[in-house]
């Protein structure tokens, strides 16, 4: 979008109750892993290595 021109009032109302949304809304909480690996979560975070075998998913 190009700068040349300000944006309207609505636009900038918009945006900022957007940036306000974000700013208030929290990360659920996961729930402990039963049975799982240890440290951060793989999904989200890279791959299990095991025993030097590396599980991509």
Known sequence: ????????PE??????EAEARRKAARPLP??????????LEAVRYGD???KGRAIDF
């Not at 979008?1 to 309207?8: A, E, G, H, I, V």
């Not at 636009?11 to 900022?16: P, T």
């Open 11 to 16: 636009a900038q109302r918009a945006l900022a």
């Open 48 to 50: 299990y290595e095991l």
């Open 1 to 8: 979008m190009s700068q040349d021109r300000p944006l309207p």
């Open 30 to 39: 996961l729930p402990p892993e039963k049975g799982g690996r240890e440290g």
